[in-house]
Protein backbone atom coordinates (compact mmCIF):
# COMPACT_ATOMS: atom_id res chain seq x y z
CA UNK A 1 0.00 0.00 0.00
CA UNK A 2 1.39 3.52 -1.10
CA UNK A 3 0.28 6.57 1.33
CA UNK A 4 1.36 9.57 0.13
CA UNK A 5 1.76 12.45 3.15
CA UNK A 6 1.48 16.39 2.98
CA UNK A 7 1.87 18.99 4.73
CA UNK A 8 1.50 22.61 2.92
CA UNK A 9 -0.02 26.05 3.46
CA UNK A 10 1.64 27.35 6.89
CA UNK A 11 5.22 26.70 6.24
CA UNK A 12 7.52 24.69 5.59
CA UNK A 13 5.25 22.45 3.12
CA UNK A 14 6.67 18.68 2.39
CA UNK A 15 5.87 15.51 1.10
CA UNK A 16 6.29 11.83 1.69
CA UNK A 17 5.53 8.43 1.05
CA UNK A 18 5.36 5.28 3.35
CA UNK A 19 4.75 2.17 1.71
CA UNK A 20 3.66 -0.92 3.56
CA UNK A 21 4.68 0.96 6.63
CA UNK A 22 8.22 1.84 5.78
CA UNK A 23 9.36 5.29 5.06
CA UNK A 24 10.58 5.11 1.33
CA UNK A 25 11.01 8.94 0.50
CA UNK A 26 10.43 12.50 2.16
CA UNK A 27 11.92 15.81 0.91
CA UNK A 28 10.47 19.11 1.77
CA UNK A 29 9.35 21.60 -1.22
CA UNK A 30 11.50 24.61 -0.76
CA UNK A 31 14.45 22.72 -1.75
CA UNK A 32 12.95 22.29 -4.91
CA UNK A 33 11.63 25.82 -5.68
CA UNK A 34 14.43 27.72 -4.04
CA UNK A 35 12.09 30.10 -1.79
CA UNK A 36 13.09 28.95 1.79
CA UNK A 37 9.97 27.67 4.26
CA UNK A 38 8.11 27.46 0.86
CA UNK A 39 4.14 26.97 2.19
CA UNK A 40 2.25 26.70 -1.33
CA UNK A 41 1.51 23.18 -2.34
CA UNK A 42 4.29 20.68 -2.26
CA UNK A 43 3.82 19.27 -5.80
CA UNK A 44 7.56 19.36 -6.61
CA UNK A 45 7.69 17.48 -3.37
CA UNK A 46 5.40 14.99 -4.42
CA UNK A 47 6.52 14.66 -7.93
CA UNK A 48 9.82 13.20 -6.83
CA UNK A 49 8.33 11.19 -4.11
CA UNK A 50 6.22 9.58 -6.92
CA UNK A 51 9.59 9.50 -9.85
CA UNK A 52 11.84 8.09 -6.67
CA UNK A 53 9.75 4.64 -6.39
CA UNK A 54 8.33 4.45 -10.09
CA UNK A 55 4.92 5.20 -9.07
CA UNK A 56 2.23 7.19 -11.00
CA UNK A 57 -0.40 8.90 -9.05
CA UNK A 58 -2.66 6.25 -9.62
CA UNK A 59 -0.47 4.10 -7.78
CA UNK A 60 -1.27 5.94 -4.74
CA UNK A 61 -4.15 4.28 -2.52
CA UNK A 62 -4.13 7.05 0.20
CA UNK A 63 -3.15 10.76 0.35
CA UNK A 64 -3.13 11.64 4.12
CA UNK A 65 -2.77 16.08 4.89
CA UNK A 66 -1.23 16.89 7.72
CA UNK A 67 -4.29 18.58 9.82
CA UNK A 68 -7.94 19.41 10.02
CA UNK A 69 -8.48 22.62 7.55
CA UNK A 70 -12.66 23.07 9.01
CA UNK A 71 -10.83 23.00 12.71
CA UNK A 72 -8.16 25.43 11.72
CA UNK A 73 -10.98 27.83 10.29
CA UNK A 74 -13.22 27.48 13.26
CA UNK A 75 -9.82 28.60 15.99
CA UNK A 76 -9.63 31.40 12.98
CA UNK A 77 -13.52 32.67 12.89
CA UNK A 78 -13.59 32.66 16.78
CA UNK A 79 -10.74 34.45 17.60
CA UNK A 80 -11.66 37.05 15.25
CA UNK A 81 -15.20 37.15 16.94
CA UNK A 82 -13.18 37.14 20.47
CA UNK A 83 -10.82 39.90 19.44
CA UNK A 84 -13.22 42.10 16.95
CA UNK A 85 -13.50 44.67 15.83
CA UNK A 86 -9.73 44.43 16.60
CA UNK A 87 -8.28 41.76 14.59
CA UNK A 88 -10.44 43.37 11.25
CA UNK A 89 -7.51 44.01 9.25
CA UNK A 90 -6.23 40.45 9.91
CA UNK A 91 -9.55 38.46 9.01
CA UNK A 92 -9.72 40.40 5.84
CA UNK A 93 -6.45 39.56 4.91
CA UNK A 94 -7.03 35.89 5.59
CA UNK A 95 -9.82 35.47 4.46
CA UNK A 96 -10.03 35.46 0.84
CA UNK A 97 -7.66 32.62 1.09
CA UNK A 98 -9.65 30.11 3.06
CA UNK A 99 -13.22 30.79 1.60
CA UNK A 100 -11.15 30.08 -2.09
CA UNK A 101 -8.98 27.36 -0.96
CA UNK A 102 -8.56 26.17 2.29
CA UNK A 103 -11.28 25.15 2.78
CA UNK A 104 -11.90 23.20 0.10
CA UNK A 105 -8.66 21.10 0.47
CA UNK A 106 -10.02 17.54 -0.63
CA UNK A 107 -10.80 19.38 -3.83
CA UNK A 108 -7.80 21.18 -3.99
CA UNK A 109 -5.20 18.38 -3.27
CA UNK A 110 -7.31 16.01 -5.84
CA UNK A 111 -6.80 18.62 -8.34
CA UNK A 112 -3.38 19.68 -7.67
CA UNK A 113 -2.48 15.87 -7.79
CA UNK A 114 -5.32 14.39 -10.67
CA UNK A 115 -5.95 11.76 -7.91
CA UNK A 116 -9.07 10.17 -7.49
CA UNK A 117 -8.81 7.76 -4.42
CA UNK A 118 -9.34 8.71 -0.44
CA UNK A 119 -7.98 12.20 0.90
CA UNK A 120 -7.81 11.96 4.99
CA UNK A 121 -7.08 14.05 7.77
CA UNK A 122 -5.99 13.46 11.07
CA UNK A 123 -5.50 16.22 13.47
CA UNK A 124 -2.13 18.19 13.29
CA UNK A 125 -0.91 16.95 16.55
CA UNK A 126 -2.19 13.68 16.42
CA UNK A 127 0.34 14.05 12.77
CA UNK A 128 3.53 15.65 14.99
CA UNK A 129 3.25 12.57 17.90
CA UNK A 130 3.21 9.93 15.16
CA UNK A 131 5.70 11.44 13.59
CA UNK A 132 7.79 10.88 16.94
CA UNK A 133 6.54 7.92 18.52
CA UNK A 134 5.79 5.79 14.79
CA UNK A 135 9.62 6.13 13.04
CA UNK A 136 11.02 6.16 16.73
CA UNK A 137 13.04 2.53 17.90
CA UNK A 138 10.60 2.57 20.79
CA UNK A 139 7.46 -0.27 21.31
CA UNK A 140 6.12 2.42 24.16
CA UNK A 141 7.26 5.59 25.01
CA UNK A 142 5.34 8.69 26.31
CA UNK A 143 5.02 11.50 24.05
CA UNK A 144 4.89 15.07 24.08
CA UNK A 145 3.91 17.39 20.80
CA UNK A 146 4.91 21.20 20.90
CA UNK A 147 5.02 24.13 18.90
CA UNK A 148 3.23 27.34 17.78
CA UNK A 149 -0.19 26.32 17.19
CA UNK A 150 -1.51 23.43 14.74
CA UNK A 151 -6.00 23.80 14.79
CA UNK A 152 -6.74 24.85 18.16
CA UNK A 153 -4.31 22.58 20.12
CA UNK A 154 -0.05 24.20 21.05
CA UNK A 155 1.00 21.61 23.85
CA UNK A 156 0.11 17.80 23.87
CA UNK A 157 0.70 14.91 26.35
CA UNK A 158 0.07 11.52 25.02
CA UNK A 159 1.69 8.11 24.70
CA UNK A 160 2.51 5.19 22.09
CA UNK A 161 1.70 1.95 22.35
CA UNK A 162 2.61 -0.54 19.83
CA UNK A 163 0.54 0.54 16.65
CA UNK A 164 -1.45 2.72 18.58
CA UNK A 165 -1.46 6.65 20.27
CA UNK A 166 -3.55 8.57 22.18
CA UNK A 167 -3.24 12.01 23.19
CA UNK A 168 -4.00 12.74 26.98
CA UNK A 169 -4.04 16.22 27.94
CA UNK A 170 -3.49 19.39 26.11
CA UNK A 171 -2.84 23.43 25.85
CA UNK A 172 -5.12 25.37 23.23
CA UNK A 173 -4.52 28.31 21.16
CA UNK A 174 -3.59 31.20 22.51
CA UNK A 175 -1.94 29.70 25.29
CA UNK A 176 1.67 28.41 23.64
CA UNK A 177 5.06 28.24 24.34
CA UNK A 178 5.84 28.21 20.25
CA UNK A 179 3.86 31.09 20.02
CA UNK A 180 6.00 32.92 23.42
CA UNK A 181 8.89 32.04 22.17
CA UNK A 182 8.32 33.82 18.61
CA UNK A 183 7.46 36.57 20.12
CA UNK A 184 10.53 37.12 21.53
CA UNK A 185 12.49 36.38 18.09
CA UNK A 186 10.13 38.78 16.73
CA UNK A 187 11.21 41.29 19.56
CA UNK A 188 15.08 40.79 19.29
CA UNK A 189 14.85 41.74 15.63
CA UNK A 190 14.71 38.00 13.92
CA UNK A 191 12.14 36.34 11.39
CA UNK A 192 9.08 34.69 13.29
CA UNK A 193 9.31 30.76 12.56
CA UNK A 194 13.32 31.12 10.97
CA UNK A 195 15.01 33.20 13.34
CA UNK A 196 14.22 31.08 16.39
CA UNK A 197 16.85 28.94 16.69
CA UNK A 198 19.19 32.66 16.48
CA UNK A 199 17.91 32.95 19.71
CA UNK A 200 18.73 29.87 20.74
CA UNK A 201 22.08 30.50 19.45
CA UNK A 202 22.51 33.87 21.23
CA UNK A 203 21.30 33.49 24.66
CA UNK A 204 24.54 32.60 25.96
CA UNK A 205 25.91 35.87 25.29
CA UNK A 206 23.57 37.09 27.73
CA UNK A 207 22.40 36.52 31.13
CA UNK A 208 18.62 35.34 32.69
CA UNK A 209 17.79 38.92 34.08
CA UNK A 210 14.26 38.85 32.74
CA UNK A 211 13.55 35.42 33.60
CA UNK A 212 11.50 36.91 36.68
CA UNK A 213 9.86 39.45 34.66
CA UNK A 214 8.15 37.09 31.95
CA UNK A 215 7.39 34.69 34.43
CA UNK A 216 5.23 37.37 36.55
CA UNK A 217 3.73 39.12 33.89
CA UNK A 218 3.55 37.19 30.67
CA UNK A 219 3.15 33.16 31.56
CA UNK A 220 1.67 31.82 34.58
CA UNK A 221 3.47 28.63 34.05
CA UNK A 222 2.08 25.54 36.77
CA UNK A 223 3.98 22.81 38.35
CA UNK A 224 2.45 20.06 36.13
CA UNK A 225 3.99 22.08 33.04
CA UNK A 226 0.32 23.63 32.09
CA UNK A 227 0.28 27.54 31.43
CA UNK A 228 -1.19 30.67 30.64
CA UNK A 229 -0.39 33.35 28.10
CA UNK A 230 -1.33 36.78 29.41
CA UNK A 231 -2.48 38.14 26.35
CA UNK A 232 -2.64 41.49 27.11
CA UNK A 233 0.77 41.95 25.97
CA UNK A 234 0.40 40.35 22.78
CA UNK A 235 -1.16 40.88 19.30
CA UNK A 236 -0.55 37.18 17.46
CA UNK A 237 -4.07 36.10 18.07
CA UNK A 238 -5.58 38.50 15.79
CA UNK A 239 -3.04 41.23 15.41
CA UNK A 240 -0.56 41.43 12.26
CA UNK A 241 2.42 41.53 14.42
CA UNK A 242 3.49 39.20 17.46
CA UNK A 243 3.90 41.68 20.32
CA UNK A 244 2.39 45.11 21.51
CA UNK A 245 3.09 48.56 22.51
CA UNK A 246 2.36 47.43 26.61
CA UNK A 247 5.44 44.09 25.60
CA UNK A 248 7.48 46.94 24.14
CA UNK A 249 6.97 49.11 27.33
CA UNK A 250 7.40 45.84 29.64
CA UNK A 251 10.92 45.36 27.86
CA UNK A 252 11.75 48.75 27.60
CA UNK A 253 12.05 49.99 24.11
CA UNK A 254 10.44 49.09 20.53
CA UNK A 255 11.60 45.47 18.73
CA UNK A 256 15.22 45.31 17.53
CA UNK A 257 15.01 46.43 13.50
CA UNK A 258 15.91 43.73 11.67
CA UNK A 259 19.75 43.87 10.69
CA UNK A 260 20.54 45.84 13.16
CA UNK A 261 23.65 45.84 15.79
CA UNK A 262 22.82 43.35 18.83
CA UNK A 263 22.82 44.84 22.26
CA UNK A 264 23.58 42.97 25.47
CA UNK A 265 19.94 43.91 25.87
CA UNK A 266 19.08 41.35 23.00
CA UNK A 267 21.56 39.02 24.50
CA UNK A 268 19.83 39.10 27.62
CA UNK A 269 16.16 39.16 26.38
CA UNK A 270 17.17 35.93 24.33
CA UNK A 271 18.71 33.78 27.79
CA UNK A 272 15.66 34.52 29.91
CA UNK A 273 13.55 33.44 27.32
CA UNK A 274 15.36 30.80 26.76
CA UNK A 275 15.92 29.74 30.25
CA UNK A 276 11.98 29.65 30.72
CA UNK A 277 10.95 27.48 27.71
CA UNK A 278 13.58 25.46 29.20
CA UNK A 279 11.41 25.12 32.50
CA UNK A 280 8.26 24.69 30.73
CA UNK A 281 9.61 21.94 28.77
CA UNK A 282 11.13 20.06 31.76
CA UNK A 283 8.08 20.20 33.76
CA UNK A 284 5.89 19.12 30.89
CA UNK A 285 8.28 16.20 30.64
CA UNK A 286 8.02 15.17 34.38
CA UNK A 287 4.22 15.18 34.18
CA UNK A 288 4.44 13.22 31.20
CA UNK A 289 6.39 10.97 33.31
CA UNK A 290 3.93 10.98 36.01
CA UNK A 291 0.62 10.40 33.81
CA UNK A 292 1.88 7.77 31.18
CA UNK A 293 4.09 5.78 33.97
CA UNK A 294 6.52 5.21 30.21
CA UNK A 295 10.37 5.05 30.29
CA UNK A 296 10.53 6.65 27.15
CA UNK A 297 9.92 10.10 25.60
CA UNK A 298 9.29 11.19 21.97
CA UNK A 299 9.02 14.91 20.70
CA UNK A 300 7.95 16.54 18.08
CA UNK A 301 6.59 19.80 17.00
CA UNK A 302 8.54 22.91 16.22
CA UNK A 303 9.37 23.76 20.06
CA UNK A 304 11.82 19.88 20.22
CA UNK A 305 13.74 21.72 17.76
CA UNK A 306 15.08 23.40 20.64
CA UNK A 307 18.47 20.96 21.05
CA UNK A 308 19.25 22.65 24.64
CA UNK A 309 16.02 22.17 26.21
CA UNK A 310 16.29 18.63 24.67
CA UNK A 311 19.73 17.75 26.29
CA UNK A 312 18.46 19.22 29.49
CA UNK A 313 15.46 16.51 29.42
CA UNK A 314 17.56 13.70 28.90
CA UNK A 315 20.40 14.79 31.73
CA UNK A 316 17.92 15.45 34.24
CA UNK A 317 16.88 11.45 33.80
CA UNK A 318 13.27 11.85 33.55
CA UNK A 319 13.29 9.06 31.42
CA UNK A 320 15.80 6.76 30.08
CA UNK A 321 16.15 7.73 26.75
CA UNK A 322 14.29 10.51 24.49
CA UNK A 323 13.93 9.83 20.67
CA UNK A 324 13.10 13.97 18.58
CA UNK A 325 11.50 13.67 15.23
CA UNK A 326 14.40 14.91 13.06
CA UNK A 327 11.43 16.69 11.14
CA UNK A 328 10.16 18.19 13.71
CA UNK A 329 8.65 21.13 12.31
CA UNK A 330 5.72 20.93 10.18
CA UNK A 331 7.29 19.87 7.12
CA UNK A 332 7.25 16.37 9.71
CA UNK A 333 4.08 16.39 10.07
CA UNK A 334 3.68 14.70 6.17
CA UNK A 335 5.49 12.27 7.76
CA UNK A 336 3.49 11.87 11.04
CA UNK A 337 0.21 11.69 8.51
CA UNK A 338 1.27 8.81 6.46
CA UNK A 339 2.00 6.71 9.30
CA UNK A 340 -1.01 7.69 11.15
CA UNK A 341 -2.98 6.54 8.98
CA UNK A 342 -1.22 3.47 8.76
CA UNK A 343 -0.94 2.52 11.97
CA UNK A 344 -3.74 3.83 13.83
CA UNK A 345 -6.75 4.40 11.17
CA UNK A 346 -5.52 1.35 9.48
CA UNK A 347 -4.53 -0.75 12.28
CA UNK A 348 -1.58 -2.08 10.67
CA UNK A 349 1.33 -3.92 12.69
CA UNK A 350 4.26 -1.81 13.80
CA UNK A 351 7.54 -3.47 13.39
CA UNK A 352 10.51 -1.66 15.07
CA UNK A 353 14.24 -2.30 13.84
CA UNK A 354 16.36 -3.12 16.97
CA UNK A 355 18.03 -0.25 17.78
CA UNK A 356 17.66 1.97 15.07
CA UNK A 357 14.57 4.20 14.65
CA UNK A 358 12.64 3.64 11.00
CA UNK A 359 13.72 7.11 9.83
CA UNK A 360 16.74 6.07 7.71
CA UNK A 361 19.19 8.65 9.10
CA UNK A 362 16.63 10.97 7.58
CA UNK A 363 18.46 10.64 4.06
CA UNK A 364 14.67 10.57 2.71
CA UNK A 365 15.83 12.75 -0.57
CA UNK A 366 16.58 12.65 -3.70
CA UNK A 367 20.40 11.32 -4.60
CA UNK A 368 22.46 11.78 -8.23
CA UNK A 369 23.90 9.50 -10.15
CA UNK A 370 27.73 10.12 -11.11
CA UNK A 371 26.32 9.63 -14.63
CA UNK A 372 23.50 12.78 -13.67
CA UNK A 373 27.03 14.74 -12.42
CA UNK A 374 29.23 14.12 -15.09
CA UNK A 375 26.50 15.50 -17.47
CA UNK A 376 26.04 18.26 -15.68
CA UNK A 377 29.44 19.05 -15.55
CA UNK A 378 30.46 18.40 -19.24
CA UNK A 379 27.57 20.28 -19.99
CA UNK A 380 28.75 22.85 -18.27
CA UNK A 381 32.68 22.80 -19.07
CA UNK A 382 33.59 22.77 -15.29
CA UNK A 383 36.56 21.53 -14.50
CA UNK A 384 36.22 18.62 -12.27
CA UNK A 385 38.78 15.73 -10.66
CA UNK A 386 37.73 11.86 -10.82
CA UNK A 387 38.15 10.32 -7.30
CA UNK A 388 37.76 6.45 -6.82
CA UNK A 389 35.66 5.36 -4.12
CA UNK A 390 38.12 3.74 -1.72
CA UNK A 391 40.48 7.78 -2.42
CA UNK A 392 37.70 9.66 -1.23
CA UNK A 393 38.19 10.01 2.43
CA UNK A 394 41.99 10.17 2.73
CA UNK A 395 41.78 12.77 0.26
CA UNK A 396 38.92 14.34 2.14
CA UNK A 397 40.92 14.00 5.55
CA UNK A 398 44.19 15.69 4.22
CA UNK A 399 42.10 18.44 2.69
CA UNK A 400 40.70 19.46 6.33
CA UNK A 401 43.56 18.93 8.19
CA UNK A 402 45.51 21.82 5.26
CA UNK A 403 42.35 23.98 6.63
CA UNK A 404 40.48 23.52 3.46
CA UNK A 405 36.45 24.33 3.84
CA UNK A 406 34.65 22.02 1.60
CA UNK A 407 31.23 21.30 -0.25
CA UNK A 408 29.92 17.52 0.37
CA UNK A 409 27.52 16.59 -1.51
CA UNK A 410 26.90 12.74 -1.46
CA UNK A 411 24.27 10.72 -1.20
CA UNK A 412 20.32 10.85 -0.41
CA UNK A 413 19.51 14.39 0.60
CA UNK A 414 18.82 15.00 4.31
CA UNK A 415 14.81 15.04 5.24
CA UNK A 416 14.28 18.33 8.27
CA UNK A 417 16.03 21.62 8.72
CA UNK A 418 19.78 19.83 9.74
CA UNK A 419 22.47 19.20 7.34
CA UNK A 420 23.97 15.47 8.39
CA UNK A 421 26.55 14.61 5.85
CA UNK A 422 24.57 14.55 2.55
CA UNK A 423 24.16 18.15 2.24
CA UNK A 424 26.88 19.50 4.49
CA UNK A 425 30.09 22.20 4.09
CA UNK A 426 32.39 20.87 6.68
CA UNK A 427 35.96 22.04 8.27
CA UNK A 428 38.65 21.15 10.75
CA UNK A 429 36.99 21.40 14.16
CA UNK A 430 40.47 21.74 15.93
CA UNK A 431 40.99 25.32 13.92
CA UNK A 432 40.73 28.50 15.94
CA UNK A 433 39.48 30.55 12.94
CA UNK A 434 37.29 28.12 11.37
CA UNK A 435 33.85 29.58 12.72
CA UNK A 436 35.10 33.38 11.80
CA UNK A 437 35.62 32.15 8.12
CA UNK A 438 32.39 30.03 8.04
CA UNK A 439 30.41 32.85 9.43
CA UNK A 440 31.56 35.55 7.70
CA UNK A 441 33.09 33.95 3.85
CA UNK A 442 30.94 30.97 3.48
CA UNK A 443 27.63 31.56 4.65
CA UNK A 444 27.61 35.23 5.02
CA UNK A 445 25.79 35.15 8.76
CA UNK A 446 25.88 36.86 12.40
CA UNK A 447 29.18 36.09 13.97
CA UNK A 448 27.61 34.85 17.02
CA UNK A 449 26.11 31.66 15.32
CA UNK A 450 28.01 28.37 16.66
CA UNK A 451 28.67 25.76 14.37
CA UNK A 452 27.91 22.44 14.97
CA UNK A 453 30.11 18.48 15.29
CA UNK A 454 29.86 15.62 13.26
CA UNK A 455 31.62 13.02 15.47
CA UNK A 456 32.25 9.24 14.50
CA UNK A 457 29.14 7.40 17.19
CA UNK A 458 31.57 5.36 18.74
CA UNK A 459 33.82 7.96 20.10
CA UNK A 460 31.01 10.50 20.77
CA UNK A 461 32.10 9.69 24.61
CA UNK A 462 35.64 11.36 24.13
CA UNK A 463 34.88 14.43 23.25
CA UNK A 464 31.31 15.07 24.55
CA UNK A 465 29.77 14.94 27.86
CA UNK A 466 27.05 12.47 26.66
CA UNK A 467 26.91 8.12 26.63
CA UNK A 468 24.48 8.10 23.66
CA UNK A 469 24.21 8.39 19.88
CA UNK A 470 22.63 11.84 18.73
CA UNK A 471 22.41 11.18 14.86
CA UNK A 472 19.90 14.04 14.09
CA UNK A 473 21.86 16.98 15.68
CA UNK A 474 18.86 17.55 18.17
CA UNK A 475 20.91 17.58 21.43
CA UNK A 476 23.22 20.11 23.06
CA UNK A 477 25.41 18.43 25.65
CA UNK A 478 28.99 19.88 26.50
CA UNK A 479 32.62 19.45 25.31
CA UNK A 480 34.67 16.82 27.59
CA UNK A 481 36.04 19.15 30.94
CA UNK A 482 39.44 16.99 29.69
CA UNK A 483 39.39 18.99 26.50
CA UNK A 484 38.18 22.62 27.91
CA UNK A 485 40.89 25.25 28.33
CA UNK A 486 39.38 27.16 31.40
CA UNK A 487 39.20 30.98 30.97
CA UNK A 488 41.47 33.26 32.87
CA UNK A 489 40.10 36.00 35.17
CA UNK A 490 40.44 38.63 32.08
CA UNK A 491 38.51 36.48 30.00
CA UNK A 492 35.49 35.60 32.53
CA UNK A 493 34.86 39.38 32.98
CA UNK A 494 33.77 39.74 29.14
CA UNK A 495 30.69 40.57 28.24
CA UNK A 496 28.67 39.51 25.28
CA UNK A 497 30.11 39.35 21.84
CA UNK A 498 33.73 39.84 23.45
CA UNK A 499 33.33 36.14 24.52
CA UNK A 500 33.19 34.79 20.64
CA UNK A 501 36.60 34.77 20.43
CA UNK A 502 38.18 33.30 23.68
CA UNK A 503 39.62 29.61 22.97
CA UNK A 504 38.00 27.35 24.61
CA UNK A 505 38.56 23.82 24.17
CA UNK A 506 40.56 21.57 21.49
CA UNK A 507 37.94 21.51 19.17
CA UNK A 508 37.35 25.40 19.45
CA UNK A 509 35.00 25.74 16.07
CA UNK A 510 32.78 23.78 17.54
CA UNK A 511 33.02 24.63 20.71
CA UNK A 512 30.11 27.26 21.91
CA UNK A 513 31.12 30.23 24.40
CA UNK A 514 28.96 27.86 27.62
CA UNK A 515 31.14 25.30 26.31
CA UNK A 516 28.51 23.41 24.83
CA UNK A 517 27.37 21.72 21.31
CA UNK A 518 25.01 20.56 18.82
CA UNK A 519 26.49 17.41 18.19
CA UNK A 520 25.55 14.90 15.42
CA UNK A 521 26.58 11.33 15.45
CA UNK A 522 27.84 9.47 12.49
CA UNK A 523 27.35 5.73 12.06
CA UNK A 524 28.56 3.67 9.76
CA UNK A 525 25.41 1.40 9.05
CA UNK A 526 22.91 5.22 7.79
CA UNK A 527 26.26 7.18 6.18
CA UNK A 528 29.30 4.66 5.25
CA UNK A 529 31.36 7.12 3.32
CA UNK A 530 30.73 10.23 5.44
CA UNK A 531 31.56 8.15 8.31
CA UNK A 532 34.93 6.40 6.49
CA UNK A 533 36.29 10.16 5.69
CA UNK A 534 35.67 10.86 9.58
CA UNK A 535 37.49 8.11 10.95
CA UNK A 536 40.46 8.82 8.31
CA UNK A 537 40.65 12.04 9.47
CA UNK A 538 40.87 10.38 13.02
CA UNK A 539 43.21 7.30 11.83
CA UNK A 540 45.75 10.28 10.55
CA UNK A 541 45.54 13.56 12.63
CA UNK A 542 43.72 12.18 15.69
CA UNK A 543 40.38 14.09 15.65
CA UNK A 544 37.35 12.10 15.08
CA UNK A 545 35.48 15.62 15.35
CA UNK A 546 34.98 17.36 11.98
CA UNK A 547 32.82 20.94 11.86
CA UNK A 548 29.62 20.62 10.07
CA UNK A 549 27.37 23.12 8.82
CA UNK A 550 24.49 23.07 6.18
CA UNK A 551 24.99 23.47 2.48
CA UNK A 552 23.71 26.44 1.89
CA UNK A 553 24.47 30.55 2.33
CA UNK A 554 21.92 32.76 4.89
CA UNK A 555 18.52 33.16 3.55
CA UNK A 556 18.71 30.27 0.88
CA UNK A 557 17.46 26.67 1.50
CA UNK A 558 20.01 23.84 1.56
CA UNK A 559 21.17 22.41 -1.28
CA UNK A 560 19.22 19.84 -3.40
CA UNK A 561 21.18 19.07 -6.77
CA UNK A 562 24.10 19.54 -8.31
CA UNK A 563 23.50 22.57 -10.29
CA UNK A 564 22.94 24.32 -6.35
CA UNK A 565 25.73 23.03 -5.20
CA UNK A 566 28.08 24.06 -7.67
CA UNK A 567 26.31 27.51 -7.86
CA UNK A 568 26.51 27.85 -4.34
CA UNK A 569 30.08 27.12 -3.90
CA UNK A 570 31.05 29.27 -6.77
CA UNK A 571 29.65 32.05 -4.97
CA UNK A 572 31.46 31.84 -1.49
CA UNK A 573 35.02 30.63 -0.32
CA UNK A 574 34.90 27.30 -0.38
CA UNK A 575 37.97 26.03 -1.67
CA UNK A 576 36.85 22.35 -2.58
CA UNK A 577 33.44 20.87 -3.85
CA UNK A 578 32.56 17.23 -3.92
CA UNK A 579 29.78 15.53 -5.50
CA UNK A 580 29.67 11.84 -5.96
CA UNK A 581 33.30 10.85 -7.53
CA UNK A 582 33.92 14.27 -8.55
CA UNK A 583 36.38 17.14 -6.95
CA UNK A 584 36.22 20.46 -7.83
CA UNK A 585 39.04 22.81 -7.31
CA UNK A 586 38.07 26.74 -6.63
CA UNK A 587 41.19 28.00 -8.01
CA UNK A 588 40.54 26.04 -11.44
CA UNK A 589 37.05 26.89 -11.77
CA UNK A 590 35.75 30.36 -13.78
CA UNK A 591 33.88 33.16 -12.13
CA UNK A 592 30.31 32.72 -12.59
CA UNK A 593 29.27 35.94 -15.03
CA UNK A 594 26.20 37.11 -13.06
CA UNK A 595 23.91 40.38 -13.71
CA UNK A 596 22.62 40.95 -10.16
CA UNK A 597 24.17 40.75 -6.74
CA UNK A 598 23.17 36.89 -6.09
CA UNK A 599 22.38 38.06 -2.28
CA UNK A 600 19.10 39.74 -3.38
CA UNK A 601 17.79 36.61 -5.01
CA UNK A 602 17.06 35.26 -1.58
CA UNK A 603 15.21 36.45 1.67
CA UNK A 604 17.12 37.23 4.61
CA UNK A 605 16.29 36.06 7.80
Known amino acids: MNILGISAFYHDSAACLVQDGRIVSAAQEERFTRKKHDYRFPSNACGFCLNYSGLKISDIDIVAFYDKPFLKFERLLETYLTYSPKGLASFIKAMPLWIKQKLWMKELIKTELGFTGQVLFPEHHQSHAASAFFASPFSEAAIITMDGVGEWTTTSIGYGEENTLRILADIKFPHSIGLLYSAFTYYTGFKVNSGEYKVMGLAPYGEPKYVDLIMNKLIDLKEDGSFKLNM ?242 LLVAEVK ?89 MRTDMDYLIMGNFMLDKKTQTPLKEDTDWRNEFELD
Not at 286 to 294: L, Y
Not at 368 to 388: A, R, T, V
Request: charged fraction near 25%; aromatic fraction near 10%.
Open 232 to 473: KYFDFAAGLTMTNNRFHKLFGGNPRKPESKLTQKEMDIARSIQDVTEEAMLRTAREAKKITGKEYLCLAGGVALNCVANGKILREEIFKDIWIQPAAGDAGGALGAALFVWHQYLGNERKIPGRMDSQNGSYLGPEYSNDFIKEYLEKNSIPFEFIENNQIPSRIAELLNAGNVIGWFEGRMEFGPRALGARSIIGDARSPKMQEVMNIKIKFRESFRPFAPSVLEEKVNEYFEIDRPSPYM
Open 481 to 569: KSRQKPMTDEQKSFFGIQKLNVLRSDIPAVTHIDYSARIQTVSKETNPLYHAALSEFDRKYGCGVIVNTSFNVRGEPIVCSPEDAFRCF
